[in-house]
Each structure stands twice: as C-alpha cells, then as structure tokens.
C-alpha cells in the first residue's frame, strides 16, 4: 500500500541530496578549445570561467579581434560540453530516492 509519510520523507531526502548536490557542482569541471588549440578554458559546473590559456603567438595587437573571437568560441564550447556532466553529477546524487512515477519528470530541477 502506497505510504504518504514514506513519500513525504523520500521527497525530503531528494531535496537535501539535491540542493548537496548542486552545492558541489563547482568540482566538476571541463574544458573548451578553439584555434586549433590556440586558445583554451575551463569552466566548472557553476558555469564559471576558471581558467583561460591562450598560445603566446596570438598576442599581438592586430590579432586582438581574432583572438576575443576564439575566447568567447572556447568558452562557449566548454559550458555546453559541462552542461551533460551537470545533469549526470545531479541524477547520480538523487538515483534511487523516488519511484519511477509516469508522467513525473524531475529533469528541469536538475539542469
């Protein structure tokens, strides 16, 4: 028989897990590239820039736009590349806590 205050307290576990779980987000971390390299960053799962490399032969004055363009070009790849590890991290952290209850999609709390 289906036990209300059983639910209730898995729903409160799955918050507590939850809300852990996306505390620690800033862990997990990944890389983007462009230029064939040239320029490089990582970001962690908070979607925070953490750190940019770029190749000692793009710094020079008339190779500013270019290299601006391969910035935001490497960036951008590395938060849509976190943006699965997000979802995994949060999905394992909650696995198992709530039954499988059709129609009942949890997946726009985790991402």
Not at 76 to 97: C, P, S
Request: no cysteine.
């Amino acid at each position: 028989m289906f036990n209300m205050m059983d639910m209730f307290g898995k729903v409160k576990e799955f918050q507590a897990r939850l809300k852990e779980a996306q505390e620690s987000l800033g862990t997990i971390t990944e890389s983007g590239e462009a230029g064939a390299g040239l320029v490089r960053v990582t970001v962690n799962g908070h979607k925070q820039l953490l750190q940019l490399e770029v190749d000692d032969s793009l710094v020079r004055p008339e190779e500013r736009e270019m290299l601006q363009d391969l910035i935001v070009a490497a960036t951008n790849k590395a938060l849509q590349n976190i943006e699965g590890k997000i979802k995994e991290h949060l999905r394992k952290a909650t696995d198992g806590l709530l039954p499988n209850i059709p129609g009942f999609d949890l997946g726009n709390l985790m991402g």
